[in-house]
C-alpha cells in the first residue's frame, strides 16, 4: 500500500505501545522519528498501522526496490550481531572506507537552477579505489541513483534523473587503484522539501555487486551527516 506515492510498511510498534490491550486507535498517529517531530503521519487502515517508509529510512533502515521485492535490512539485523553497524557513518570532509571506496562529501549546497532548470541541492563528493584492481562504481552496487539526501522531518530525496548528472557522477567510469574520483550530483527541490535543509547524505549499495571484493564492513552503505565537520 502507498501513501502519496511512498511504500507503506505496517508498524508493530502500534501494538507494542498498546501494551496488549484493545484500545480505540485514532486513524492517524502524528509521528516522531528519534526523538524528532515529523510532517509526515502514519495511518490506520483496517486496524492496520502504516508508517511511510521514508521515516523507516531515516531512522536507519536501509530499504532497497527489485522489480516487485522491497527489502529491508534493520540496524544491527545485519551480519555482525548485536554490534553490527547499519552503516559506515561520519562527518562532512570526513574520509570514510567500506574496505572498496573512500568516501568523502565536500560540500553540499544550495543552487538556484539545477540541471533541470529548478532551484535544489548540489552534492561535491570525493570516490577514491581502495582497492588493487580497477572498478567502476557500478560494479560494486554504488550507483549514483543509490544517493539521497535525508532532512530532519524524516523526509528523503532521492537523486532522481541520473542522465544530467552522468557527466560528473558515471557509474560506469572505471577508477584504476588507489585513484580518486571527484564527483558533484544535483538534487531537484520537492514541494517536500523547498525551504528545508539537508541533514545527511546516504548513499547505499544496491543492485549487482562483483563477487570476491574486501568490504570491511557488513553493511558498506554510506551516512555522512552534515551537521558535524572534520
Not at 29 to 40: E, F, H, M, P, Q
Not at 46 to 71: H, R, W
Not at 213 to 230: E, H, I
Request: glycine share 10%.
Amino acid at each position: 500500500m502507498t501513501s502519496r506515492g511512498r511504500p507503506l510498511l505496517p508498524s508493530i510498534l502500534a501494538c507494542v505501545l498498546a501494551g496488549g490491550a484493545v484500545l480505540a486507535a485514532p486513524s492517524a498517529y502524528r509521528l516522531v522519528v528519534n526523538g524528532k517531530a515529523t510532517t509526515a503521519q502514519a495511518i490506520v487502515v483496517n486496524g492496520q498501522t502504516y508508517v511511510p517508509l521514508s521515516a523507516l529510512t531515516a531512522a536507519g533502515v536501509q530499504a532497497k526496490t527489485e522489480a516487485t521485492t522491497l527489502s529491508l535490512t534493520l540496524p544491527g539485523s545485519v551480519a555482525g550481531g548485536s554490534n553490527g553497524v547499519a552503516a559506515v557513518a561520519g562527518c562532512m570532509n570526513q574520509t570514510l572506507f567500506n574496505g572498496v571506496w573512500r568516501f568523502r562529501v565536500l560540500s553540499v549546497t544550495p543552487v538556484a537552477t539545477t540541471f533541470v532548470n529548478k532551484p535544489g541541492w548540489e552534492v561535491t563528493a570525493e570516490l577514491r579505489n581502495g582497492t588493487a584492481q580497477a572498478l567502476a562504481l557500478g560494479d560494486t552496487g554504488f550507483l549514483a541513483n543509490n544517493l539521497s539526501l535525508a532532512f530532519s522531518d524524516a523526509t528523503t530525496l532521492p537523486f532522481g534523473d541520473w542522465s544530467p548528472n552522468r557527466a560528473q557522477w558515471d557509474h560506469n567510469k572505471t577508477i584504476p587503484p588507489g585513484a580518486a574520483y571527484s564527483v558533484k550530483g544535483q538534487f531537484e527541490a520537492t514541494p517536500e522539501t523547498a525551504g528545508k535543509a539537508p541533514t545527511k547524505v546516504l548513499y547505499i549499495r544496491a543492485g549487482n555487486v562483483r563477487s570476491g571484493l574486501p568490504w570491511s564492513a557488513p553493511d558498506p552503505a554510506f551516512r555522512v551527516d552534515l551537521g558535524c565537520r572534520k
